[in-house]
């Protein structure tokens, strides 16, 4: 105390003047001979009990915590008039300890958001915490689909995925530990900025600005922390001008304390100017418009890293990010189906000599745009007003369907497969609307949608359970099935009750989105696909081809009872169930008829459904009887116990035999016992037959000069007998 007295009655002595020899002399014996040998611990006990004076550049002695030390003299800064730097006989680390500024820190605090530092930074003890999140979330291509939904979310329609082998210079940097961080990264674009709101939500730990949001894809709270798998010190640049940096171990931003581990730069030309190593890392991509952006940086995490880290023992090189690549991009193509902005994913590899060395993108475009495409906004609309409604609520039905073609390229391939989306909100049945309402908790929107290829059926193994984004969960189903589904804790399945014997509230609301939202837009995705299969691809009819589109649209039709899982299967039971409640046209009569042999089997037909070349319509399933007793609607054959003339022959004679498979027709027979169809059968059709006086009945058998009906020959009259007198 002595000293320091000693200090402060020189400091008065000369308040505003300069010292003179002597009394400059006196003040480098103390602070170097004296104060200087002290421990760390009494010079920082000393600093938080008295302000102490240190001498200056012009040898003037001003209080240490309005001074700063230039212990980067790389930096070329301007002086500025506020600017007063330490003696240069003043050892930094003392400096410091008695309360002066490093001059790299004193310059980042002017571009901090407020002053002196901004509040930015995950408020918790943090490295435990993120040590704990990271033992119940996976390592894997999860880390990329979280930025991916970030992308989404923030309504951006493109997201690059960018693995930097390049090591950077280490010289101009925010700090010496930086230089850490200047090799391979991970880096992360997309093309909208981060809004405030954004930024304070990604410091949270378990919640973010998306919490309460049920129409963003990532509101399930922690995903983003799934970073640190691989990295200690995430950051990124949004919109070119807010720097924000997250160093949990508070090591490599200067001014980092456990209250505030991290911070956010309002940046421009003099911030990167003077940090110019810093720089290279984020605004070297020239084909990247900052402006506009976001661009994460994930340092990897190096075997030395490793051994310090607090987060993660977990060494992230080279052949980690190829694995994390490959896995990625076997499912990217899936993980844009259900993305309501994201169009296109690109992977790219920088060599450690700046060149791109390998790329893969994937392109979504929507078919007959802009038409779909705005239906799809529409209802994007309907999603984004619905998550204002309170939980009671009752949330209006949209529907919509479209075709969508998939691209993936590289430098070598290309593949292209176009895929049938329906997306719905909600459903059209008012008592299914108030149950919806009854059971939505958490902010939960009732949303679904279900994606099957086109061209091909989906192989149980292929076919996904998503929430938004595909879940490691098969449906065992022949579509991908989508919904906002509560999901278990690590958010890799759907939530399922611990068998308690109470239903909770997310079991409840998995069962009501399943039954009132997702099995309608299943049922509704046939009637949609009628379309693809009338049509053929593109609006071009194929006669040869509607065979084979037919085989692909029956083997969409769910099958009841395969052991696919208690919500699985209850979605295969309640879309046959809806398909035949809501006599749903999707029994295919197919052949060439007569136009008065249409007029008369229209009377049983819901829709004229793009007959011409095609000859194809579309009967309802129903149970309420037919006009003619004794018939049916329509009429199944047993697999092969109908030779095809005489199937024609039948289908000539009026008797509407669709083109639906016996086992399609013994799913429905499944859902409701009273389904009026009905197995062709030689009594079936002696029935049939024996109407054809009644002016209600479809039959076309005419009693006429036999070449003018449609026996039309002697041998097909024989045929007829022959079959139903066996």
Request: one cysteine or more.
């Amino acid at each position: 105390q002595n000293f320091v007295k000693v200090l402060r009655h020189i400091f008065e002595e000369f308040r505003g003047k300069r010292l003179s020899e002597s009394a400059l002399d006196c003040v480098q014996v103390l602070l170097l001979q004296e104060i200087g040998k002290w421990s760390e611990d009494r010079r920082m006990k000393l600093r938080g009990e008295l302000e102490v004076p240190l001498p200056t550049n012009r040898e003037e002695l001003v209080l240490a915590s309005h001074l700063v030390y230039n212990n980067t003299p790389w930096m070329q800064i301007c002086p500025q008039q506020d600017t007063v730097y330490v003696h240069k006989n003043i050892p930094p680390s003392l400096a410091v300890e008695l309360g002066a500024k490093l001059l790299r820190e004193h310059f980042l605090q002017k571009f901090s958001s407020t002053l002196p530092w901004s509040h930015f930074g995950q408020h918790e003890k943090l490295t435990q915490r993120l040590k704990s999140i990271l033992e119940g979330y996976p390592c894997g291509e999860e880390i990329l689909k979280e930025l991916l939904q970030n992308a989404d979310d923030a309504k951006a329609t493109e997201l690059r995925i960018i693995y930097d082998k390049r090591n950077h210079k280490r010289k101009h940097l925010l700090s010496d530990k930086w230089a850490d961080l200047q090799g391979s990264a991970l880096c992360v674009f997309n093309n909208k900025p981060f809004s405030d709101d954004d930024i304070d939500g990604i410091q949270q730990l378990g919640r973010g600005s998306k919490q309460d949001d049920a129409s963003l894809t990532g509101q399930y709270g922690i995903g983003f922390n799934a970073v640190y798998h691989m990295t200690d010190c995430p950051s990124f640049l949004s919109n070119a001008e807010k720097f924000c940096v997250m160093d949990p171990h508070c090591k490599y931003i200067g001014m980092a304390t456990e209250q505030r581990p991290g911070a956010r730069f309002n940046v421009n030309r003099e911030f990167w100017e003077t940090f110019s190593d810093v720089s290279d890392c984020y605004r070297s991509f020239k084909h990247l418009q900052l402006k506009g952006g976001t661009l994460f940086r994930l340092p990897l995490r190096t075997k030395d890293m490793a051994d310090k880290s607090e987060i993660s023992g977990r060494v992230f090189d080279d052949a980690e990010v190829k694995k994390l690549f490959t896995a990625f991009r076997q499912s990217a193509t899936d993980m844009l189906l259900f993305l309501r902005h994201v169009r296109v994913v690109t992977l790219e590899i920088i060599s450690k000599h700046g060149r791109v060395s390998e790329r893969h993108e994937f392109r979504a475009e929507i078919q007959n745009a802009p038409a779909r495409e705005q239906e799809r906004v529409k209802l994007d609309e309907a999603i984004a007003n619905a998550k204002i409604y309170q939980s009671m609520d009752l949330v209006s039905y949209h529907f919509t369907s479209y075709t969508m073609t998939v691209t993936e390229k590289s430098e070598t391939n290309e593949h292209r497969e176009d895929w049938l989306i329906c997306q719905c909100l909600s459903t059209s049945d008012v008592h299914g609307q108030n149950e919806i309402a009854a059971k939505r908790k958490f902010k939960m929107l009732p949303v679904a949608g279900i994606a099957t290829p086109i061209n091909r059926n989906l192989r149980s193994s292929e076919s996904k359970v998503f929430c938004f984004l595909p879940l490691p969960v098969r449906s065992l189903l022949p579509v991908h099935i989508n919904g906002h589904f509560a999901l278990d804790p690590e958010r890799r399945g759907l939530w399922v009750d611990s068998g308690t014997g109470r239903c909770s509230d997310k079991q409840a609301w998995n069962d009501v989105l399943i039954r009132r939202v997702v099995a309608p837009a299943y049922a509704q995705c046939l009637v949609a696909a009628r379309r693809i299969v009338s049509t053929g691809h593109r609006g071009v009819v194929l006669n040869e081809a509607l065979e084979k589109r037919l085989e692909w649209f029956h083997a969409l039709i769910p099958n009841y009872g395969r052991d696919s899982g208690e919500y699985l299967d209850i979605l295969s039971q309640e879309t046959l169930s809806y398909i035949v409640e809501h006599e749903l046209a999707v029994l295919p009569l197919f052949g060439k008829l007569l136009p008065s042999e249409l007029s008369l089997i229209s009377r049983h037909v819901s829709e004229a459904f793009d007959i011409g070349a095609t000859g194809l319509k579309w009967l309802q399933v129903r149970t309420r009887p037919s006009l003619t007793p004794g018939t049916a609607i329509a009429y199944v054959c047993m697999s092969q116990s109908l030779e095809p003339k005489m199937k024609s022959l039948l289908f000539h004679l009026g008797m509407p035999i669709v083109a639906t498979p016996h086992n399609v027709y013994e799913q429905l027979k499944s859902a409701n016992d009273d389904l009026n169809i009905d197995v062709v059968t030689p009594q079936q059709v002696v029935t049939f037959l024996l109407n054809y006086r009644n002016p209600d009945s479809v039959c076309n058998l005419k009693l006429d000069d036999l070449s003018s009906t449609s026996l039309q020959s002697v041998e097909n009259v024989e045929s007829l007998l022959k079959y139903i007198s066996p």
